[in-house]
């Protein structure tokens, strides 16, 4: 049986749990009552199994060290975005960052004792979490930052929270791989390279394709300006060499070259030949995304099981 990894005087929580855990947990179409389904809910909130699978890939998607500091988040010109869903956190697209707030639930010593400490794995999940608040706050700047975005409960002070973190890290540092999840081997990791890995290093699927690991966006004009906007700039360049053999041809010295009159046919049949192969490409994309999305919500129309909503 494992212990806390924290004294139960540095406790952030006071004894009972009832207020500590979240209403409800979203789980794939339908709902989990964390009083109910105590074991399937925390294994929604702390296990990341989607980064798990991609787990010797993910040295694509993020470096193998801790994630920046908050203050330094803002100075990266990033936007703390809050997130429930574990596989999520710390997770950056753009100038955004995902962050999952502290689960109250972590900072109570009876609740490890009671729920978490009999899983070896749902305890390394735990610790690894907490472990990642270590790096996010390690500054009393980024302490006022994590209330004031609600990453950290606004009833605790400062010294409660060096005093908790200093205890924990003193009783899981010396045997941090033990301790914690392969996932937070790595801090922050990308999102755009996040979502290539998640379509093509696990069993590929027509949800997976379209959505990826994580969607930014519900809308066609956003999908296709992500994934098709270099499009416009090779469109664009083929329109300057056009442009550019065009006024070659108008010259005495060009317009006499056999040579330069066969390089510029080519690339004429090249550039016609690849504009109407990507627009049948693009036209082929937007139906099958219309139809995806059609198909997707017409079986959960009817699949759909009131049973979901009471809990």
């Known amino acids: 049986m494992l212990s806390p990894p924290f004294s139960q005087a540095n406790s952030l929580r006071p004894p009972g749990q009832a207020a500590l855990v979240p209403l409800l947990v979203r789980h794939d179409s339908g709902l989990l009552n964390p009083m109910k389904d105590a074991a399937q809910t925390l294994e929604v909130e702390l296990s990341t199994p989607r980064l798990d699978k991609m787990a010797k890939w993910l040295w694509l998607a993020g470096l193998p060290r801790p994630a920046r500091p908050l203050h330094r988040q803002l100075q990266l010109q990033r936007s703390i975005h809050l997130t429930e869903s574990v596989d999520e956190h710390l997770i950056w697209h753009e100038s955004s960052i995902f962050i999952k707030p502290v689960p109250e639930y972590l900072l109570n010593f009876e609740f490890w004792t009671s729920r978490i400490c009999g899983d070896v794995a749902l305890y390394k999940c735990a610790c690894g979490l907490l472990f990642s608040y270590a790096w996010l706050v390690g500054h009393k700047s980024d302490f006022r930052i994590a209330q004031n975005t609600g990453i950290i409960p606004d009833d605790i002070s400062w010294g409660q929270w060096t005093d908790f973190m200093r205890d924990f890290i003193a009783r899981v540092q010396p045997r941090l791989t033990h301790h914690i999840s392969n996932r937070y081997t790595y801090g922050e990791l990308r999102l755009s390279r996040l979502n290539t890995l998640y379509r093509f290093t696990t069993p590929i699927s027509a949800r997976k394709l379209v959505i990826g690991f994580m969607s930014t966006s519900n809308r066609r004009k956003i999908f296709f300006k992500q994934h098709f906007g270099w499009f416009l700039a090779a469109f664009a360049y083929i329109s300057v060499i056009l442009s550019a053999m065009q006024v070659g041809l108008g010259t ?33 994309v ?26």
């Open 252 to 284: 005495d010295a060009l317009q006499n070259s056999a040579q330069f009159q066969n390089v510029s046919y080519g690339v004429s049949l090249s550039a016609i030949y690849v504009v109407i192969i990507s627009i049948a490409f693009i036209v082929i």
């Open 286 to 311: 937007w139906f099958g995304l219309f139809w995806f999305h059609l198909l997707s919500t017409l079986g959960l129309t009817k699949s759909v099981n009131y049973k979901h909503f009471v809990v």
